[in-house]
């Protein structure tokens, strides 16, 4: 039995979960951007509480992004920290797909087609299409959102999902086959399925040089005196 610690930090949600093979045996949640206070102690908690000790883990799975700056790298600096402590390895799992997956768990379309968005600047998003069997269809990628963007998809029920559906729906111009889900979010409860998979195929990063999908550079900039 492999023991997963798994943890999002991606968005406004201090997220984590312990997960044996791909079923979570407990989770811990808190909102609000309290990362660098809580992402600690709801672990130390979450092991705590399940009689368990760091050195039972067999690996630290992380959700990589895109998402907040600071967020991720709470995360990913946590959780790379303690993989090269335990010497376990890291895995990575696609921020945007945690999202489509929170969708799909409420959706009652049989065949749905799932866009992922998260919202960023103005009137852009970063997004990722899956298919039914959430398949990406296309690779992460950043777009501003016009009337016309997603117009092409008219075939199958499409839900767009995630923290930049609601700004996309008040701008295109959208078809009957366009549903949104706004509220759907990246959630440590989504990840075992994913991680675990991923364990199983060796499908690890590499800890010293992992860094998270940004999807754009950042860039730092300094107040203004």
Do not use: W
């Not at 798994?6 to 079923?23: G, M, P, Q, R």
Request: aromatic share 8%.
């Amino acid at each position: 039995m492999n023991i997963i610690l798994n943890i999002e930090t991606s968005a406004d949600l201090c997220s984590v979960s312990i997960a044996k093979n791909t079923e979570n045996i407990a989770i811990k949640e808190v909102l609000g951007f309290s990362h660098s206070e809580k992402l600690a102690v709801l672990i130390d908690e979450l092991l705590k509480e399940n009689a368990l000790e760091p050195k039972d883990l067999s690996a630290i799975a992380i959700s990589q992004g895109p998402g907040s700056y600071t967020g991720l790298r709470i995360g990913i600096s946590l959780a790379k920290g303690m993989c090269y402590a335990l010497k376990i390895p890291l895995i990575a799992v696609n921020t945007l797909k945690l999202i489509a997956l929170d969708a799909k768990n409420e959706i009652q379309d049989a065949e749905p087609e799932i866009i992922s968005l998260i919202d960023a600047r103005r009137d852009e998003v970063y997004l990722q299409h899956f298919d039914k069997h959430l398949i990406p269809k296309n690779k992460p990628n950043n777009l501003i959102v016009e009337s016309a963007s997603f117009s092409n998809l008219t075939n199958t029920p499409i839900y767009f999902t995630g923290s930049g559906a609601e700004k996309t729906q008040k701008i295109i111009e959208a078809k009957p086959n366009h549903h949104f889900l706004s509220h759907a979010k990246p959630h440590a409860k989504n990840m075992p399925s994913l991680s675990f998979e991923k364990f199983t195929n060796q499908d690890f990063e590499d800890t010293a040089y992992f860094e998270p999908f940004y999807l754009k550079p950042f860039f730092s900039t300094q107040k203004k005196s």
